[in-house]
Structure formats: C-alpha cells, structure tokens
C-alpha cells in the first residue's frame, strides 16, 4: 500500500516539475513515506528524521516531508519532536501534496491529516508520459482497490491510520488496469487492507446495489483485460472470514489469476483468534485451505503470524506451530506482538514476556525456514513459466519469478525483456529461492 502511495506522489512531484535527485544529500525535499503497524517500523522513523538534521545543515532549504501511517498517527506531534520537519501529511492527503508543500515553503510547518468517513480514492490514472513519470513503466504494477479497513482487529492500528473501508468504483479501476495494460504493464496486484471484502460498505457500479457487485466479479472484470495483453493477476490481502466459495472458484475459472494466495492466519488457536477479533474459526480456516487445494492444486499459500499476542499459552503457540506442520506454508511474515496505541489489545493486561515472545519467533521461523525448503524443492525437476524480471541494480536478466511467486534465479543472463514469460527447469531448491535454466 505504502509502495503505490510513494508512487503516486512520485508522479505529482514529476507533474509539478520536481525531479528524482541520484543522492539524498543533494535533494531539496525529502519524504519519508512511514509504517506503523509495529513500533519498530515507527522507531526507524524517528531515528532517520534525527539523521535528517544535518542534511538541513548542509542544504538550508531542504524541505523534510512525513507522509502515510506514522503521519497519520502522530500529526503535530512529529513536528513537536523534529521542529525540522516541514510537512505532516496523512494518508489520505496525499492528493493535496504539491499545495501543501508550497504553503508550508511560504508559511511554515503544516500538518496536513484530516481523515473522512466517506473518502474515496480519487480517480487517478498512472502516467507514462516520458520524462514525468519518476517511475518508469515496469511490467509488474500495484492497483489500489479499496481504501481503510473495518474489521478491528484487535491488535491492529490500520482502521485508526487509514480511515474506515470504501470500495473504489468498478469502473475507475478496470479503466486505471487498462491503462496500465496499454502501456506494458503485464501483471497486475489488486491492493486492499482486506480485498474480500470489496464492495461491501459502497456501492461500486451504476447498476448495482451495495454489497451486490463483490471481488469475485472485479476479478472477472479485470482478467478480460488478458486479450490486451494482461499476463498475471494477483492480490492481497485476504482475511480467511471474507474467503467467498466464489472468489476460491476464481483459481479454476480465471486462466491469469496466479496459483498463490497470502491468507494470514495470525494465530493457531480460537482462544486467541477470538481475542484478535478476527472472526473465523481454526476449523473454518482449514476448511478454507482445503477448499483451496481441491480448487487449484498448485496453489502455493503464504501467511502472517503474530506470536506473544496478550494472554498467549504455552499451548496457544504450541497450536500454531500445529497449524504450520498442518498446512505446511510455502512461506511466511511473522511477528512478535507490538502493541500499538489506541488499540483494544493495547489494553490487556496479560502481555507475554518478551524473551518468551523472542524465543516462540525464534521456534517459528526456524520451522517455517524448514518446509520452505522442503516446500520449495517440491519444485526441481519441474519446468516453471516464469515471468522474466531486472536483478536488483543491474540491466541484465538473470532472474523470473513463477506464478506461484517463487524467484528463481537463472545460470546464465537470458536475452529477453522484463515481463516476458519463459518456460524455465527447476534444478535446485533454496530456503528462499529456487535455481533453474531457461529450456
Ligand atoms: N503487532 C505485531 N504484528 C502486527 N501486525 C499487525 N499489527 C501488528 C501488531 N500490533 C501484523 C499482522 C498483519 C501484518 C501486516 O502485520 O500479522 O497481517
Ligand atoms: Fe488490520 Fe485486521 Fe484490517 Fe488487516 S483486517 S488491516 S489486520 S484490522
């Protein structure tokens, strides 16, 4: 979500005639686009605009800019602590970013972070245009679909930072896929805090009531644009309580919908998942995962796990490492619990200690590191279509991912563009990356 709103306000600054400076020490303005669904990633925050002082030393005009969830969340308060800091602007302001960096150029530090109940995503279209874009056209793109989020779970600070959940309009997004399409792009992430969910809280077509029109057929819609030339389709996130029969079918029925999905569970035990609020089952959960193999057997699932939530036993973790043995996920995020202000779970008292929680992620992870190399050398042997990408600095092609969004790194550099889709054979299995040869 973070990386299509640096994007976006990349493509304002270009529109406004600002360009990309090579160096930090020699750019005039500054934007720290932050997290902070746990507090380490606010920390870094803090400790990097501390580092920015010396910049505004050596370049007094520098404009230093806080923009997304620590924006949100902390408003006037960053300026309070940072008086260097020249713009607060919050997640859902991100529109208004040339003008407020103007007016604060002229009138001094703004915060900028009004939250509305019925904010919709205005209609923005990518731009392509040369020079403007500072991003250039890649053949992998993110497409924001919904905004916020209102399920509350109980740890988490994402309805607080992003506002209540609206649906972007059905139509505004297939055009924003198309012109993506149209100008290369050759796989598309639909992007939402709960993607399910879409079209639930607003009504997103001219010819439909609320809650008719719902992911399923935004899916449908969007694949069409596979006769343009749209290669792969993924999405994220999916919360398990919103997985329709509907949307599981879409892995048979729709030929670019990729055979990997990120279900977070979270937690292993129903005890904690009701504590979480997160509203399904562990049974429910299962249920869902076979569902998913018997619907597309190749299905590669990921998931997100928190340890040391409040009130955690032994047993609880110990049922969560279960559920890691039982579906035995190609990969996974997991964290230790951070509570987070404003929060439900902020106020439990029962909080795990944490060299508990650092040795139960220690035990996870350690497991997880286990079957995913076991997962992945499921895979050697196989010939995998992957979709060619640019190594990380370089111009040279010597990497693709499969569609189960493996990366599988190549011997030799392979003539071809990024976004082309080579057969490819698997020869070797790592924890987090396979080897293969282009046939
Ligand atoms: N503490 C730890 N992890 C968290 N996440 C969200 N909130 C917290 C928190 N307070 C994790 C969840 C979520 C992922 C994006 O971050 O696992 O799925
Ligand atoms: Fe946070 Fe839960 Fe919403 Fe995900 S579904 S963003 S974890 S409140």
Redesign the pocket.
């Known amino acids: 979500m973070n990386e299509r709103d640096s994007e976006i306000m990349a493509q304002l600054l270009g529109e406004a005639g600002y360009i990309e400076s090579l160096e930090i020490d020699d750019a005039d303005l500054i934007i720290l686009n932050t997290c902070s669904?746990?507090a380490k990633a606010e920390q870094k925050v803090m400790s990097l605009l501390g580092h920015l002082r010396k910049n505004l030393k050596k370049r007094p005009g520098l404009q230093i800019c806080v923009a997304g969830c620590v924006a949100q969340q902390e408003g006037y308060d960053i300026i309070r602590k940072m008086p260097h800091v020249t713009l607060v602007i919050g997640t859902q302001n991100i529109y208004d970013l040339v003008f407020a960096l103007k007016h604060a150029q002229t009138n001094g530090p703004r915060v900028l972070t009004s939250l509305e109940k019925r904010y919709q995503i205005p209609r923005f279209l990518p731009n392509f245009n040369g020079k403007k874009a500072l991003y250039p056209a890649p053949f992998r793109k993110f497409l924001t679909i919904m905004q916020g989020c209102d399920n509350y779970?109980s740890?988490?600070?994402?309805p607080y930072t992003r506002g209540r959940e609206v649906s972007r309009q059905a139509k505004d997004i297939v055009d924003e896929a198309r012109v993506l399409v149209q100008n290369g792009v050759k796989e598309i992430t639909l992007l939402g805090q709960n993607v399910n969910s879409y079209g639930q809280t607003n009504i997103v077509t001219a010819h439909s009531q609320k809650g008719e029109y719902g992911f399923a057929q935004l899916l449908h819609e969007v694949a069409k644009l596979a006769e343009e030339g749209l290669q792969r389709l993924r999405f994220t996130?999916s919360n398990p309580k919103d997985l329709t029969d509907e949307l599981i079918a879409c892995f048979a029925e729709i030929d670019i919908l990729c055979s990997q999905l990120h279900l977070?569970l979270?937690a292993g035990s129903d005890h904690i998942l009701r504590r979480m609020n997160r509203k399904y089952s562990i049974e429910g959960y299962l249920a869902l995962v076979d569902k998913l193999h018997k619907v597309c057997p190749s299905i590669a699932l990921t998931t997100?796990?928190?340890v040391g939530f409040p009130g955690e036993t032994d047993e609880d973790f110990e049922a969560t490492m279960a559920i890691l043995n039982t579906v035995r996920y190609h990969g996974s995020?997991?964290?230790?619990?951070?509570?987070?202000p404003g929060?439900r779970?902020a106020k439990f008292s029962d909080a795990v200690p944490e060299e508990i929680k650092s040795a139960r992620l220690a035990r996870f992870q350690k497991r997880q590191d286990e079957i995913s190399l076991e997962r992945n050398s499921e895979y050697i042997g196989t010939v995998q279509n992957i979709m060619l990408e640019p190594d990380s600095g370089s111009t040279q092609i010597t990497r693709g991912r499969t569609e189960t969004n493996h990366i599988v790194h190549l011997h030799q550099a392979v003539k071809g563009a990024a976004g082309e889709i080579l057969p490819a054979k698997i020869v070797h299995a790592g924890q987090h990356s396979l080897q293969g040869r282009v046939l």
């Open positions: 669904i746990r779970c740890y988490c600070v994402v996130t977070p979270q997100d796990i928190i995020f997991s964290f230790k619990y951070s509570p987070r929060t779970a």
